[in-house]
């Protein structure tokens, strides 16, 4: 297996709140990366800083071999690396269809029929075909969190990063859209998944990482992470010799 | 029929105001940036006309066919050079920007132009008339109005049916979304500022065939401009259009009135309108 991402000594921080300090980690080709961690311990901003949405204080971001740290957040869409937001941000006055046109023909380089094909079959996919030409401020939430997926995927990428993309749903709806990711990563897309819905995490994902205060504390099996002591303390605040 | 008249006139008039107004609108609804040396830009494609009709003896009209890619690679070296380091969360950096920008404009006109007044002659074109329906109308404003309709079809065509289009409405939505869907946000943004400076290149143009000008009138365009915008709604075209025939009836029937009244009465059926309505007539359905 090669790294598509390499993260070396990476640090940001915003005054007195370290966001990421000195974290290092790779992600390789084909992984499904799990990220838990308290609300405030630094997830989104890896993301923002991964897509080149923040820039670092230092250290070094690599993709597919290649030094992206200064690379702006366009370019990094053509490389190769998409995300969802926690918050679906759709462009609401345009409808769905031109949601997903924009990411295929701006960040994938596609053009008129390919451009539409590779829409309808990423539509296809998430299960958004229905409402292709509905405007993106009017869809329900699930429907919202789909496009962002669904705008993601038009972009071709070769790296997907999901921010809490099962939250705020009911348990049906969080099963359906597992199967869709389940797909997603079937394809060869890996995928960096932050997520709260621990269950929804675990049935994805082959490995996990645990932030706290912008630090790494674990990295590894799932399910040896979930069974340590450090994180049930940490993240799910048992008490360690409970 | 005398006041019928002057409706019919001061609506042809609005064409004009409509292709003042619609640079404007675009650049505003694109990138948040209000251009104050939008009338400035005007008067200097009117120039730029002036030199070239001069020069080579072409009709104006004819003129446009440089004129307008001249003022379209203005605008998009303006933007990335210029503007785009301006746009931010905060509005007044481009304002006062853009205003030192009118200035500076206006100062190289006065050196190199001169303050004489200056016409673009468009031949017999400039009093041909034809009448309709008991009314004698001129060719040159029909024309004018014809083009503004047809300028606006075309960019309400470009943002809702291209792709460029939609790059426009995406970074209009959301820019740092956008940056993420791989836009450029500074190319888009300069070729924004380009098609806004193409159609003020035609509004120049139209400007100088139809009134005299000197290098100190973009003021008074860029608030006939903004009326315009205004009482359409911002970010609607043909609200815009609208705009500019509410605006330039109102010039006409206050002129009917007493000719001293023109310009007042556009300005306070535009106050009316402000008052009444502060979104404009026709405001663009947000999300």
Redesign the interface.
């Known amino acids: 297996m090669t790294a598509i991402l390499k993260l070396q000594n990476l640090k940001k921080a915003f005054g007195a709140v370290t966001v990421a300090d000195n974290q290092s980690y790779e992600v390789q080709r084909g992984e499904a990366l799990g990220i838990l961690g308290p609300n405030g311990a630094g997830k989104t901003s890896m993301f923002n800083l991964i ?1 080149g ?1 923040l820039k670092a204080n230092s250290g070094r971001i690599e993709f597919a071999g290649k030094d992206i740290s200064g690379w ?3 370019r990094r ?2 490389a190769g690396i ?2 969802s ?1 926690q918050v679906p ?1 759709p ?4 409808t769905v269809f ?1 949601n997903a ?3 295929a ?5 596609l ?1 008129g029929h390919a451009a539409e094909a590779h829409c309808i079959e990423v539509l296809e996919q998430t299960e958004l075909m229905g409402k292709a030409n509905v ?4 869809l329900t939430l699930l429907e919202r969190k789909r496009l962002e997926l669904t ?1 993601a995927l038009c ?1 071709k990428p070769d790296l997907l990063l999901l921010d809490e993309i099962a939250g705020g749903l009911t348990e049906a709806e969080c099963q359906s859209l597992i199967h869709t990711i389940k797909d997603i990563h079937a394809s060869g897309v890996t995928i960096i998944w932050i997520e709260h819905v621990v269950h929804a995490l675990l049935s994805v994902v082959d490995r996990l990482i645990v932030v706290d205060f912008g630090k790494l504390i674990a990295d590894g099996d799932p399910k040896a992470i979930m069974e340590s002591p450090q994180v049930k303390e940490i993240y799910l605040g048992i008490e360690a010799d409970a | 029929m005398d006041w019928l008249n002057a409706v019919v006139q001061g609506t042809l008039l609005g064409g004009l105001y409509a292709l003042f107004a619609a640079g404007l609108s675009l650049i505003f609804g694109v990138m948040r940036l209000v251009n104050i040396a939008h009338g400035d830009l005007i008067v200097l494609a009117a120039y730029l006309g002036l030199t070239v009709t001069t020069a080579t003896g072409m009709h104006p009209l004819l003129a446009l066919v440089l004129v307008v890619p001249v003022m379209a690679a203005i605008g998009y070296a303006l933007q990335r050079g210029l503007l785009n380091q301006t746009l931010g969360d905060d509005l007044l950096p481009p304002l006062l920007v853009t205003f030192g920008l009118s200035v500076i404009i206006q100062n190289a006109l006065l050196e190199g132009y001169t303050a004489d007044p200056q016409k673009l002659s468009a031949g017999a074109l400039e009093t041909a008339s034809f009448g309709l329906g008991g009314l004698t109308l001129g060719v040159l404003p029909a024309l004018t109005f014809a083009i503004a309709v047809v300028v606006i079809w075309g960019l309400q065509r470009v943002f809702y049916h291209t ?1 460029l289009g ?2 426009f ?2 970074v209009s ?2 820019q ?10 500074r190319h888009i943004f300069g070729l924004a500022m380009a098609l806004a400076l193409a159609v003020t290149a035609v509004a120049g143009i139209l400007l100088g065939i139809r009134t005299s000008f000197d290098p100190s009138i973009g003021g008074g365009r860029l608030i006939f401009g903004f009326e315009a915008v205004i009482i359409g709604g911002l970010g609607n075209l043909w609200g815009t259009l609208a705009g500019g025939v509410i605006l330039g009836v109102a010039q006409t029937v206050g002129a009917k009135i007493d000719p001293g009244w023109q310009i007042l009465s556009g300005h306070i059926a535009f106050l009316i309108i402000l008052a009444v309505r502060p979104n404009g007539l026709f405001p663009r359905i ?2």
Do not use: V
């Open positions: 897509t949405t702006s957040a366009a869409s053509h998409a995300r937001f941000q462009f609401s006055g345009m031109e046109m924009i990411a023909t701006q960040s994938a380089g053009h405007l993106a401020g009017s705008r972009t | 792709p939609r790059a409405r995406a939505d959301n740092d979304i956008a940056q993420l869907m791989g836009l450029n946000r947000s999300a």
